[in-house]
Every structure is written in structure tokens, then in C-alpha cells.
């Protein structure tokens, strides 16, 4: 079956510190994978999506970047984190394209 | 884009109580999911329905295409099933659209 593992689970950051969020699965090939952010508890929002390895798509102008380096490994990066960063962040990943995403367990991340 | 509205913002029930949450999407959709968050945060898949009827135990869920609504119904609710209820539509081939989610309260 398949899994999808992020971490850290928690992160407190400095203000203007870099970011690396680290976000795999397994037991699939070829998926497609997604970055989510969470703000204030309620509705998520898409940052950014992937179809395939070093293929990025951005959907919100933002200091956020996202890389995917191997096929089943998905990163968010930020060269200088802002206040307004904090939030929960989750991947998740899916078939392909119109099939059901699957979430992992989201990093709390909280910038001071 | 696409704009999803869940109702009621707000729900709390009595242990055993039987409750419906309703998911409107102002166009039509290809994908339509229901996800229940834990109070750990965890977003835990409920259904894959972008059209007709399912049913896992106690929850089921049903979504009319045609007139763009989905329902969740959850019978004989329990404690644990306390959470933020979330309907999320795919607005094209990637991107699932968030409802604001319904905030669920079982008491015991």
C-alpha cells in the first residue's frame, strides 16, 4: 500500500531563517504531488503541484519554493522566512491527474 | 475559480445524534472528496464521490452533479467523530478547491 511521510512535525523558525520541508512516498511510482498550506485552522490552500520530476507548478505568488529532485520526494523551500509563513503545511499525492489526493500528517510551522 | 461552500459552519450534537453536511461548488467538478480533520490535524481521506452515492459504516455520502451539492451523513454520531468536516472540489486537473469546513462537536 501506499504512504506518505513528512517531516519535521513541528518546526518554530526565526524570522528571515531558511525553510526545507521534506515530503516522500512510497509504494507508488510516478505520482503526483502537492503542496497544501493551512492558515488559522480552516480550508486549505494549493502552493504547488508536480507532475513529474523538476516539473513545478506555482499556484499563489509567495517567498515559498518547491523542488522535486526524485520521483517520489517533494520539497518546500524559502531562502528567508516572513511572519506571515506560519501555518500547517501538507503534501499529498495522488494517481494523476482528476484522481483522489491523499494527505500526510502536515508540519506545524511557527515563525518567530 | 471555482467557489465551494460548506454548511453549517458550525455543528453540535449529542452522542447518537444523526446530522447532514451539505457542499455547494459553483461549477461543475470532475473530482469531489470529503475529508474529516482530526484534532491532531490529521486529514483524513472519507470519500471520493464526484457523482452518486457511498456508503463506509456509519458515514455516507451522496453528490448531485447536475444541481452542484454533495452531502455527508453521519449516523449514530460518536465522540471521535468530533473534527473539521472539509469538502474540496478539483477545479481542473490538479487542483482541489477547499470548502471552510464544517466544525463538528459530539458530546458524550
Known amino acids: 500500500s501506499q504512504t506518505i511521510h513528512q517531516w519535521p512535525a513541528t518546526l518554530v523558525q526565526p524570522v528571515g531563517s531558511p525553510l526545507s520541508l521534506e515530503c516522500t512516498v512510497e509504494?507508488?511510482?510516478?505520482?503526483?504531488l502537492y503542496w497544501y498550506r493551512q492558515a488559522a485552522g480552516r480550508g486549505l490552500q494549493l502552493l504547488f503541484y508536480?507532475?513529474?520530476?523538476?516539473?513545478i507548478s506555482s499556484e499563489v505568488p509567495q517567498n515559498l519554493s518547491a523542488s522535486r529532485p526524485q520521483d517520489r520526494q517533494f520539497i518546500l523551500s524559502s531562502k528567508k522566512l516572513l511572519l506571515s509563513d506560519s501555518g500547517f503545511y501538507l503534501c499529498?499525492?495522488?494517481?494523476?491527474?482528476?484522481?483522489?489526493?491523499?494527505f500526510g500528517d502536515g508540519t506545524r510551522l511557527s515563525i518567530l | 475559480g471555482i467557489q465551494v461552500e460548506q454548511s453549517p459552519p458550525d455543528l453540535i450534537l449529542q452522542e447518537g445524534a444523526n446530522s447532514t453536511l451539505r457542499c455547494n461548488f459553483s461549477d461543475s467538478v470532475n473530482n469531489l472528496q470529503w475529508f474529516h480533520q482530526n484534532p491532531w490535524g490529521q486529514l483524513i481521506n472519507l470519500f471520493y464521490i464526484p457523482s452518486g452515492t457511498k456508503q463506509n459504516g456509519r458515514l455516507s455520502a451522496t453528490t448531485v452533479a447536475t444541481e452542484r451539492y454533495s452531502l455527508l451523513y453521519i449516523s449514530s454520531s460518536q465522540t471521535t467523530d468530533s473534527g473539521v468536516y472539509f469538502c474540496?472540489?478539483?477545479?481542473?486537473?490538479?487542483?482541489?478547491?477547499f470548502g471552510a469546513g464544517t466544525i463538528l462537536r459530539v458530546k458524550s
Open positions: 499529498a499525492w495522488s494517481r494523476g491527474t482528476d484522481q483522489p489526493q491523499h
Open positions: 474540496a472540489a478539483l477545479e481542473y486537473g490538479n487542483k482541489l478547491v
Open positions: 508536480s507532475v513529474g520530476i523538476g516539473q
Open positions: 509504494g507508488t511510482s510516478n505520482p503526483n
